[in-house]
């Protein structure tokens, strides 16, 4: 089940078994084969940030098949082949050819991410996706976002990393696989609760929204070995990503979101505090019908592109 945090985690007392963190020295030995507590499997909790876990592997011949660590499917209720070894620093095997691999390898060990984060609203009729109505209603595109964010999660859940953490605006629904700390976005404006969420983080962290169903697990495998910090730009003019090697809000606080120059301003503030900045693929967000089409065209395999085309379907039956 994954948890549902009132405030940012504090680090635990016991030692972790390995450390992988910029500031710290990695063992580089593995740990015994042996099952973890039921505390510290995939699915019954996720460790404080800055802490390690233990996965427990893949079955060898003759074993039971049931593995408590790896996450399920939520349409499926199957597993997904997260991780095959004991070591969480592995990181996932490919899980389907992408365009952008080219741009990636997997991180070294010191320099992975420890958390990833998504930023999101509830999907609820009203609240979310509202530049997509009309031409759908408030539900239509309720469902819309709700797809958007389980591919986010999706891929999150893929990607190497530590902690996974969905700051969240509302309260998380059956959308939400396990695996994820929960928490609540603070007051303000957003720049300020970007600021938070990387405020509640030790070492690196990388952190996307929910308006980009299309990005895949190898965009979120960035390497810090050679910058300090990892930009998405977005098409509309803003960033779908955003990753910190030292956490810092103070870089995102008072920086004017939601224009056309959000993403300038911002890449500029990193470069200005003497920042290596890196790029990531420039992708589209979800914000109007055009742009729904568009994505659903870029990822016709997940869960965005699906839902879009049932919508589209509903639609002919309707007239």
Request: glycine share 8%.
């Amino acid at each position: 089940m994954s948890r549902v945090l009132a405030d940012p985690p504090t680090a635990p007392t016991d030692p972790p078994t390995t450390s992988t963190g910029p500031s710290t020295t990695s063992t580089g030995s593995s740990t015994a084969a042996t099952s973890p507590p039921a505390s510290h499997s995939w699915r019954a909790s996720r460790l404080p940030c800055g802490a390690t876990r233990r996965l427990t592997p893949e079955p060898g011949p003759g074993e039971a098949t049931d593995n408590p660590a790896r996450p399920t499917d939520i349409d499926t209720d199957q597993p997904i082949d997260t991780y095959r070894t004991t070591d969480p620093l592995t990181g996932p095997p490919p899980l389907s050819p992408s365009p952008f691999s080219q741009f990636f390898q997997l991180p070294q060990e010191e320099t992975l991410v420890t958390t990833l984060l998504v930023i999101a609203k509830a999907p609820l009729p009203g609240r979310v996706k509202t530049r997509l109505t009309p031409p759908f209603t408030p539900h239509e595109a309720a469902r819309l976002a709700e797809a958007a964010l389980v591919d986010s999660l999706r891929a999150v859940a893929a990607a190497p990393a530590r902690r996974r953490v969905l700051v969240l605006d509302g309260a998380p629904g059956p959308w939400l696989p396990s695996g994820f700390d929960v928490v609540p976005q603070c007051a303000g404006g957003l720049d300020e609760r970007l600021a938070a969420a990387f405020a509640g983080c030790s070492g690196p962290a990388l952190l996307i929204g929910m308006d980009t169903p299309q990005v895949t697990p190898d965009m979120l495998a960035v390497d810090f070995a050679d910058c300090d910090a990892w930009f998405g730009p977005a098409d509309d003019g803003g960033f779908w990503a955003l990753g910190l090697a030292d956490p810092e809000p103070g870089l995102l606080r008072g920086v004017p979101m939601s224009t056309p120059a959000t993403g300038t301003v911002q890449r500029a503030r990193l470069v200005a505090a003497g920042l290596r900045v890196r790029d990531l693929p420039r992708l589209r967000d979800v914000d109007t019908a055009a742009d729904a089409v568009a994505v659903a065209g870029a990822a016709p395999h997940g869960r965005f592109a699906a839902e879009l085309a049932r919508l589209e379907a509903e639609a002919v039956v309707g007239r």
